[in-house]
């Protein structure tokens, strides 16, 4: 099965491919848009294997959460490319494709975190077990760095990625001893196309219509909450 990954969501640029077994990815910090250069990447990786985009039979994408713009090219794109090629569609949470990227032991904790301002990160919280996946403590959203540490068992190690954990390093290793700082996490191909797949495996049906592939955002945008803010006011003026 070829497959084709993109995720948009972070500061990381991440396109996969996958062709019986061999690997291409473009995994880089963006400079511009990722609107700029996605499809130069994309592009790249399938002639480094001697493929088109027609040859590909599985599009998985980031949904987030992450940047709002970011979360909305790789979505909107992975939804063209499955429409226009009549191909299947998985939406998978940016912090899980990172998260199944970290190598350590089963009883570790791993923390994704991307920086989300206003003192909160895009992040979410795993629990290495024996399996392939790890398990699930604190799901994909929008917290404040404490709140996910408060839910890491005591006397556990921690790994932790993402620009959100390197802007909050003094309050993470204020609150805990053992956390180890993974640098320039980079997205492993080989194990999110193994995710990518086992999920479409378990029920191929589900993924044949493009529309059920939805953004995370986690949180309302600026320009929706200053909306919001004013219809509640001009309700108000006229109560």
């Known amino acids: 099965m070829n497959v084709l990954i993109i995720d948009t969501a972070t500061p990381v640029e991440t396109v996969i491919v996958q062709a019986g077994g061999r690997f291409r990815e473009t995994i880089k910090p963006y400079e511009r848009s990722h609107s700029v250069s996605l499809f130069t990447s994309i592009d790249s990786c399938l002639k480094e294997l001697g493929l088109t985009i027609r040859d590909i039979d599985l599009i998985g994408v980031g949904i987030g959460p992450g940047s709002f713009t970011g979360i909305r090219i790789a ?3 992975a939804r063209m490319l499955a429409q226009v090629l009549g191909k299947p569609l998985v939406g998978v949470t940016t912090t899980m494709i990172f998260a199944v990227s970290v190598s350590c032991a089963e009883g570790d904790y791993i923390l994704i975190a991307f920086d989300a301002k206003k003192k909160r990160v895009f992040g979410a919280l795993y629990l290495k077990k024996d399996g392939f ?3 699930e403590i604190v799901p ?3 917290y ?10 005591p006397n556990c190690r921690i790994f932790a990625a993402g620009d ?5 390093y003094r309050s993470i290793s204020g609150k805990k001893d053992s956390v180890v700082f993974i640098e320039d996490l980079r ?5 999110i196309s193994r995710h990518v797949i086992d999920i479409y ?3 191929p049906h589900k993924f044949t ?4 592939v939805k953004p995370f955002y986690s949180r309302k945008s600026d320009a929706e909450i200053a909306l919001s803010e004013k219809t509640r006011n001009g309700c108000d003026s006229t109560s």
Not at 164 to 168: A, L, M
Not at 187 to 191: S, T
């Open 75 to 77: 979505v909107s794109t």
């Open 133 to 135: 996946l790890p398990d």
């Open 140 to 142: 994909p959203g929008d």
């Open 144 to 153: 404040a760095i404490e709140y996910l540490l408060e839910n890491v068992g």
């Open 164 to 168: 959100g954990v390197s802007k909050y």
């Open 187 to 191: 997205p492993r191909g080989d194990l």
């Open 201 to 203: 495996n378990a029920c």
């Open 209 to 212: 219509d493009y529309n059920a």
